[in-house]
Every structure is written in structure tokens, then in C-alpha cells.
């Protein structure tokens, strides 16, 4: 980190300041400018709390140098990590072929899930996506049919191969959904759950990290390097909008990440342009963003009869839309070397 | 709620929409406009779905009319709501008198912790803060003292009198924390963990509940719906600050979120201005604006030597500003008829 | 629009609404609900202030049914407006073949402007962009070389054959850049400044119009309006990135506007991702997401050696990233049935 | 700057970036660090572009130390700016006393203004505010008298002693409303309208700088400086709301950024809570928390009839709300050791 003094700031207070660095086990290196003093602190601070720096006398802030998460950062682990999604398909996310997973917000009855499950499969997915424990809104709202519908996505994939992607809210669900799911997600609201971070950790299927709706990718990291630092580095990062002012979507689809978070971690980055956008009519094209621009692979909702659908109606597409798409995709992730 | 349907849309289009509200258990109203034919939806549809409509072929959107909290609203309950903080003092929030909180952002160790308490108590707080369990951003930073901090925290309310305010991180931690806190604080980045939301609420003591960084405050009513459909009416709301563009601050403080939660809840509403900037330097002048605009109460970090904090050192104010600003709050107090 | 009166408004309230819908010379439709009383308003109420309503006795809020802007929407235009470019090279925006343009932030000077022009058009582009008068943040910075940069954009032009577009940015410039330039660029900063907007529209030559950093989409297309209600209907949206917490990239760019704006308007947009990212590595990339989301073209900072540009070097590419840059772009554009 | 280098950056590639320093004007001082070389520029690089070193092979970030502006900083001049408002009172902004502005949105008609200015000084105020022309968001609605509201505000002036704000929407108009006015206002759209803050700065009336909806506190600060660089120094800033996600009201009005601007700025800063929330029930709590924090004064849309004012009505209080709220701020105001 970097201790910029304010101008006229004493030579005790930057030898306060010094000292404070000393004591946490680094070594200074003081500039001195024309207007301001500098400290310069050599030696990994990455761990220390760079906040109490700030509120000492003379100085003015404090610059971060060294990226706060060390496991999930590509200066630690340079080639790019695979993660293999499970099921018979043999779907990953993070290699040529990207991840497509599609399927319904929630789980709602056996049929209907079995039948688009079904033709999730034949669009060519390789993922079925589906919420058994369903984190809304409001307390009124469907919460989701529980273990019942973790069966019912374990049946889906008896039939199909699809791999079961599937959310769990709360360190007494990992188990639960562990058993039945092959990649646990921890949804936006939970990205900053730390316990449920730690949970999701320690046992070994994957997890897929939805991003926050106000978290910053350095935020997103750290929550994955939490998962990381309990022994599972089997994380696929999942943007799925972040909040801005805007209202002609729910959420605004930042698609710069992708690349970003390809420049500076190791770790697949898939898109959600149904939680991205919040509109049925806007997530094609936002597919087809997500694939151009390198994504490791998309989440999509998809409902045969959105109309009548529990949650999410609005921003999921039919199996015909679907199926039409994927054509479009292919077509684009071969102008970017990549595969569906 | 209200359907707004595109310009030509058909008739067979509007009948659609008409079915599916009538489906639903509600009427409709159809108002045929020069430009646009509208549908108003007669009946309580606060607990529908309204997503799912918005994807209809013919529907351009679809605008809700009734708040979908109901007994976090004004109008269930006319009469303002004071939340007893608990501890011998006797402080509330809600009421004529302000709940004034202190206390560092995490318990340390027990002497230092002591000192502040009483330091607190001196300046005219009835209620401590401190964390024993700390969220933190990153999985290597200090996370707490666990139940060592509780207990710490107990014995100062012994020697004080004053309410134990801390925060409660996942279900499992629920009933501890209740054992030894006069009130349970659910954090920003746990706004909208809903299965911790609801085992706040299945038991009886206060809930301060923090706004998530990013919730709008009809998100932010609707967590504390969550805690009060399970039984628990003693909710606190706080707001601690919104993430936005702003850079010389760490949050961005939205004040007029008081006045406006007043006008539609009868919920308590305290400030952080600790959190809500993120700088010692903005804290006292933030105290002064909350408790002008008619915020119920405050919450402020504090701690004797904020260099060597182990958490939030750049946010606490010494226990001898904490001191001063409390005259001043008092006669801003006064001047909106309120006491300290 | 639609008025919610609030939960107990009297009749007379009612009323009171009643006659202030019916000065502004509209008509009222009353729906009694269960819990509230809505007002339907009847007839084109698009250039009416509804916010005086808003603070009326018994008013909750006001609701708008018909977009504000009416020229610059596909309701009243369906088929989609292509805009030429001028230049003897046939470009335009809006039709099957997407708009390339390309060149330096600013000019600075002769024989480097005529170089990097050769190479954009080398590159494939129709339009050099290249900006004579510079609005920067700080009044000390490089301002522009003002007429002398615009001589050198028109003789770029007679070499080349690529329409001029460049900055205009005030009221005073309109004739002379007009005099030059093919295409008039008003920038971000000044997408509000409605004397502006005015007197672009009352000159013949396209506009290429910015959206504001914190501009809806509404206020977007109103300014497009201010424009085309002059009598220039030659309006190409350009999105150039928004302002919201990330702070990874200098502007968020949220391409879903894309779509959208397609949606709602009949005008061409394009994008702007050296603006929209802020960092040359990410320029590509967002280059190909664009146009695979269905932008009509490309506005792309390039720069033969950006370590020594004036303005901007962060994020120009070089001439030899967007000859290759292309290639993959023609590939995307083929999947989504366009050209370059 | 400090500029940080890659993880692995080559020793010719910080030779690369030492050149351009020393290019410049500057010079260097490199700290090689346990993970990172990091080297520190000496010298006033406020005037230097630090983009284009961004881009340099070898760099991952340039960080800013020294603030872009130079006469807006307290750190080049200490005492505080006291900005006199004109008119007979003796109002000013920036000394002990506040500068208390109100008026309507806009000039209707003469009675009514006068009637309302009467109303306005009755209240304590000593400015009065009106626009006279007016940016509008749709070309359809009202925009304004033009010269004959200039006239009408002259008139009040006459009549009550009220100095007049108003409001300069291009060059073209600087001069002719300079001849009526006591204060030339800039609007929040045109804050970065470079060429009207020149215009303005080259007159010598006051100006009241508002702050643009997504402006950083550096950028309103530039904005000021372009003001003060032509040699008008007496620039008053107000802060108005920002954007943000926040749906409840029109703006978010950010109050720390009082206490803030006074920290690294002498000039004064003064708070509109009308715009600022958009909604006349949240204006007088907001007047409160803005005197509260250290506000050098209000500016507060007044209106005798908001139910048929022709802009804005949903924000402007009525004369008796603004005479009971004056009462409240002069207790709150004593107790910051200022008066009204």
C-alpha cells in the first residue's frame, strides 16, 4: 500500500505513520515530493487492515497496491481453471466449449420440469438450471417446493444427463442440496454470506457465485477466495446484473467483466442475461454479447409457459426461443474460437 | 396493479390479460385510451406474481399499486412503533428520546472493550456496540472474538447498564447471540438473507436491521416484513449508507430515506454515520444532519485509539469527539422536539 | 397517466384531481379498487406536467402510460432510420452495414492524423472520428486544436474518402464544424444542453448524439427529440457508457440498451466502447459484444502510439489491433446477418 | 502520480515508463517492492495526462496524488470564500450567516412572482430564485419567459431587496442575464458545459455552480476552477441530488459531501433539498439536516399554488410551510453557531 501525507503534514506524524507500518511486521519507503510525502510500504500487506491508516493525523488516504485475494488472482495460478460441471453430458465451464445451462426460475411440478428439461437437453445444453429453496422478495411470495423439488431435478437428470444446477440459501441446505445437485449456487443476496461461503467450501461439488448486485469484482473475488480458502477451487463466477439507475431493465449487464475478470483471475465467468436484464425480449441478444465477448458459458431461464410460470415470468424464454437461439450462438462462438 | 398494454394491441390480447387476473382471484378494469387500452387490477394482489404478465404478447408493463409489505406499513399501523433496547437504562427507539449506540466496531479484548463502555455511558448512551462476530471482506482479516466477545460484551452491560447491541452472522449463531444480547443487529450484507431473516424473527428480542448497500427501501421494508411475519414486531431500521458513484466516501448516505420511511412505516429509523461514510472526519456533522432530519437514533464506532483498531479504525471517533458531539446533538435535538 | 390517490383519499381529493385533469383539457376514468382509488387519465397527456400533481392533498404518486418523446419513437416511425454518413465511401448507420468508425481521441497533428486515417480506412471503417475541440474535465489540460484540427480532418477526408465526424460543443461552433465535418458529434456532457440540441437540429448534417453518463434511456431519446423537432431527423444514438460503482473500467457500458433502444425507436444507435470501458484491453472484446447484440456500428479510439496521445491513451487501440479487430468483427456481424 | 507496474514487469519496460516521466518535465523515484515495482513521480503533474501511461506495456494502474484543481483547494487558499449575494439585504454565502434563497421553479407571470417574493423575504430569506429560462427534459414542455421573467425578477428586486439567482443556459445569454440578475446560475445538466463556465468566469457577477447528477466531488471542483481560471472567483457550489438507484425520490441528496467540500475547498456550499429530494414533503427535513451538517445556505423551490405551477410543483413548498420552517432552521442553525 501506499500512505499519502497530507501537504504540511509533520515529520512525527509520518513517523507515527512509520511506525504503525513497522509494527504490522512491513518496512517504509518514504518519497519525499514538492508538495506532499509519500510512504511507500514494501512487504505483503494484503492481510493487514489498511483502514486504521487512514484515520491518523497527516494523513491524507491510503492506496491499496496488492489485489486483496491471492487464490482466486491469476498472478497465483496462470492457466485457466476447468470446471467440470458433472452429469452424463460431460458439460465444463472454463474450456473451449462453454457451459450452456438453461431451465426454469423454479421448480414447480414434476411434469412440467421433466418436459423442459427435456428440451433443454435436445436445444443442446448441457446444464439444467431450476430452484428448489428460492430466496424472494417477499415473505408472501412462492418460496420454492424444497426437498421435493431437489427429487425432481435428480429425476431430470436420470433422463436426460443434464447436470443439476441448483441453489441452496442456508449452511443447513448444503448437505441437503449436495446430495441431490451437481453444482450448488449461492445466489447475488448471499454473495456476502460468509458463513455460507465457508459451508459451500468445505464440502466438494461445484459452486457456481452469482456476482451481487452491488458488489465490485474485487468483492466478487474475495467471496470466491472464500470458497477457495476452505479447499474447493471449483468456482465458476456468474454475472447476473448489478444495480444502477437505470429502468428500462431490472438490472444492468456490465458485460466488461468478463474480460476483466479473465485479465485478472483464473476462474470460468459465465453470464445470466435473465437476471441481467429482467426481460424476456432483451435476453437473446444479450446472449449472443456474452458469448462474443468471451463468456465461459450462459444461465438462462427458460419456461414453456411463462405466463403461468411461479417466478421470474418476465424474463424467461420458451424452448422454441431456446432452440432458435443456440443456432445464433454457435455461429458466434466460432467466430471467437469457442464451441457450444 | 395496472397493465399497460402496447399501442394495437388486440382484442383477443387484452382478453388474455383479463384471463389470467381473473385466474389469479382478482378483477379487472379495462379503460380504452386514445393511444393505449389499460387495465386496472381490482382486488389485493400484493402476494401475486406480477412478473409473469409483463412477458404477454400485447402487454407493454405492468405497474404495481399496492406496496407489497403490509404490516412494516404505515397503514396497518397509524402509531409509531418504540422498540425497547433493552439493558437498565431504559433507552427505546422510536420515541421522544433518541437511542444513542456506541461502542468500536468489534470487541478486541476485554479491558479495552470496558474502558469504552464506560466511556459510552458517560457521554449519554444508552446502548453499546461491538461486534463478537464480524462479516468481513475478506476471508483473512480478523473475524471476531466469537462467544468470548459476547461475553466480554455481557459483563459491560453488568458494569453500565447499557443495552448490548451486536451483530448475528447465520442461523446457527441466533439463539447464542440472544443469550447474551439485549438486541440483535442482522448486517447490510445480510439484508436479504431471508433464512436468517426468519429465525431473527422466531425469536423475542429487538432486531436492528441494517439496509442492504444496494436495497431500495421497499426491499428494505420488506426484509423487516420477513422478521415481523414470524411474530418479532421489534424491529429497528438503520440506515448505514447506499453504494453509488461517489469516491470520497465509502458509501453514500441518503438521509432523506428518514422522513420518507416515517411517511410509509411505523418503524423506528437510526443512522450510522460510521458506516454511511467510512470517515471519522464526516461522522459528527452526519450525526448532527440525522438527528435534524428526525432519525430515531444513531449508532456510531468508536474507539479510544482507532490506529491500532483492529476493524474500521478509519470510521471510529475517540471517545472525547463522541463526548463533545453529543452537546451539540442535544440542542439539535431540542430544536426538532427531541431529547438525548 | 394514471394518478393512485392514497389509501382514504376523501371524495373531494378525488374531485380536486378530477378538475386539474380536466383544465390541462383531458378526461378522467375513475377506478374504485379494494384499497385505493386510481384516476385514469384520458388522452394525449404527453406534453402535460405531471408533477404538480404529485403534490396534491390525497395524491400517493403519479404514473406515465405514454413515453414522453414521440419523433424519435417506432410507435410513430416503424421502419428503422438509416442515416448516411456522407464521405465518398457510402457509409451509413442503421442499414444492413454497420458503421466503422475510427480514429484519434484528438487531433494533434497533420501527419499524424493523415496516417492513422489511412490505416482506419485500411481497416475497413467508413468514418474517421477525431475531435478538433476537446471538453475536458480540467481547465488545464490539452483543449484542442480547434479550426486548424478541423482543416485537418477535411484533408484526411479528400485523401481517404471516410466521413468526418467530430465534436461540437457549443452553439457558436455549429456553423463552423458544420462547414467541415460530415457527421456532428455532441458528447455526453453536453446531451442535456438543449440550446445545443436545438441548434444541431436546425442544420442539415447528421448528429451523432452521446448518451449523458447518467442518462435514461428516456431522457436519451428526448434529447435525440430536441433534435429532430428542429427538423434534422439524421440522429444516430451512440452509447458511450454510464457511471455506477464499478470502478474496474472508467464507464460501465450496458449494452442491453441496444435491443431496447431498437425496441422503442426507429433511430440507429452504435457504441462506443473505448469511451464505454475506459481501458484499451477491453476495447476488442466489447467491440465484438456489440455488434453481436445488434449495434448499427463502432465508434473506437485508435491511436498509432497511445503512450504518447494527448488525450485518452488509456484506452486507443493501435492501428494493428483494429486491422485484426475486424476480422473477428466480420465473422459476428455474419452470425447476426449484418456486414462491415 | 504513482504508478504501479505488473506482477513480472520487465526492468526495460519501467526504463520505458522512466522516459515518459522524465518526457514530461518529472522525475522519478522507484520503489521495488516484495511483489510489485511501484515508482513515484516527483513534481506538479496536475497538468500532466496520466491516461496514456495507463496503456504502457508493463503498467497495471497510475494512481493520482495530487488533487486537479489548484484555486478551487483549500490547501492554496485557507481562509474561507465569503461570495456576497448582491441585493439590498447584504446576503452573502460562505460567512456565519446562512444564505437563505426561495422562489419558484420558474417565473410564470408578474403578480404571482411578486406576490410570492413578497412571501419569500416576509420568510427571512435574502435571495430570490426563478428561472426565467428554463432546460427542460422534453422540447414540448414550458421553457421559460426568457427576458421578460428577467424583467419581472428585476421588478421584485426592486420592490423587496431580495438579491436574484437565476438561471444562464448558454453563452449566447451570459450577458443579457447578467444585466438582471444578482447571482448567474449554472444549471446541474451544463456543470460540464466547459464553454459556459468560461463565459461565465470571464463576467463578474457571482455563480452558482450546481452540481451535475453523476459528478465526483473532483469533477465539480474542476467545474469550479474552469469558473475561477478566467478570473471570477466568486463561485458558490450546490449540491442538488446525485443519481442513484434509489427509486422513493427523484434524487439522492448526498449531505456529506458539505462537510467534505468544506474540508479540501475554501468555497462556500449550499444545499437544494427541492431538487434534491423532488418531493415537497422531504424538503423541510432536508433543510434541517443540511443546516445541521454545516450548509452555507439553502436554495428552496416556493410556490403560492404548486398544484397549477408550470414546472416542478411536485417539489416547491408553499409560503406557509417555508415561514414554519425557518422558525425550526433558526434554532438548528444556532446550534451549529450560525445564523439566518
Not at 462453454?98 to 427435456?118: F, N, Q, T, W
Not at 417446493?145 to 441452496?168: D, S, Y
Request: some cysteine; charged content about 25%.
Amino acid at each position: 500500500m501506499i500512505i499519502v501525507m497530507e501537504q504540511g503534514a509533520t515529520r512525527s506524524q509520518v513517523d507515527y505513520v512509520v511506525n504503525l507500518i513497522r509494527e504490522m511486521g512491513l518496512r517504509e519507503h518514504i518519497i519525499v515530493g514538492a508538495e506532499r510525502t509519500v510512504v511507500g510500504v514494501i512487504g505483503d500487506d494484503r492481510q493487514k487492515d489498511k483502514d486504521k491508516l487512514e484515520n491518523v493525523p497527516g494523513v491524507e488516504k491510503v492506496i491499496p497496491v496488492l489485489a486483496p485475494y491471492k487464490m482466486a488472482s491469476r498472478e497465483v495460478k496462470k492457466e485457466r481453471t476447468i470446471v467440470p460441471l458433472g452429469g452424463r453430458l460431460g458439460g465444463s465451464a472454463g474450456g473451449k466449449k462453454l457451459a450452456l445451462i438453461a431451465g426454469p426460475c423454479s421448480v414447480e411440478d414434476r411434469s412440467k420440469l421433466l418436459e423442459i428439461a427435456h428440451a433443454v437437453k435436445e436445444s443442446g445444453a448441457t446444464g439444467l438450471r431450476g430452484g428448489a429453496f428460492k430466496p424472494r422478495t417477499s415473505p408472501y411470495a412462492f418460496q420454492g417446493l424444497g426437498e421435493k423439488g431437489l427429487e425432481i431435478l435428480a429425476e431430470a437428470r436420470e433422463q436426460t444427463g443434464l447436470a443439476v444446477v441448483t441453489e441452496v440459501m442456508s449452511i443447513d441446505q448444503v448437505q441437503l442440496v449436495a446430495r441431490y445437485a451437481d453444482v450448488l449456487q449461492v445466489g447475488a443476496r448471499n454473495m456476502q454470506n460468509y458463513n455460507l461461503l465457508l459451508a459451500v467450501g468445505e464440502q466438494s461439488k461445484p459452486v457456481l457465485l452469482k456476482r451481487g448486485l452491488s458488489a465490485t469484482l474485487e468483492e466478487f473475488l474475495l467471496a470466491a477466495e472464500y470458497v477457495i480458502s476452505r479447499g474447493n477451487g471449483h468456482v465458476i463466477l456468474c454475472e447476473r446484473g448489478i444495480r444502477t439507475f437505470e429502468t428500462y431493465c431490472r438490472n444492468t449487464l456490465p458485460l466488461a467483466v468478463v474480460p476483466e475478470a479473465h485479465r485478472i483471475s483464473h476462474l470460468p465467468i459465465i453470464v445470466d442475461p435473465s437476471q441481467g436484464t429482467g426481460h424476456a425480449h432483451l435476453v437473446p441478444d444479450m446472449c449472443r454479447a456474452a458469448v462474443a465477448c468471451g463468456a465461459d458459458g450462459l444461465l438462462i431461464e427458460c419456461h414453456a409457459d411463462p405466463a403461468h410460470a411461479l417466478t421470474d415470468g418476465a424474463q424467461s424464454i420458451t424452448p422454441g426461443v431456446l432452440q432458435s437461439l443456440t443456432g445464433s450462438l454457435r455461429r458466434i462462438a466460432a467466430a471467437v474460437d469457442r464451441v457450444i
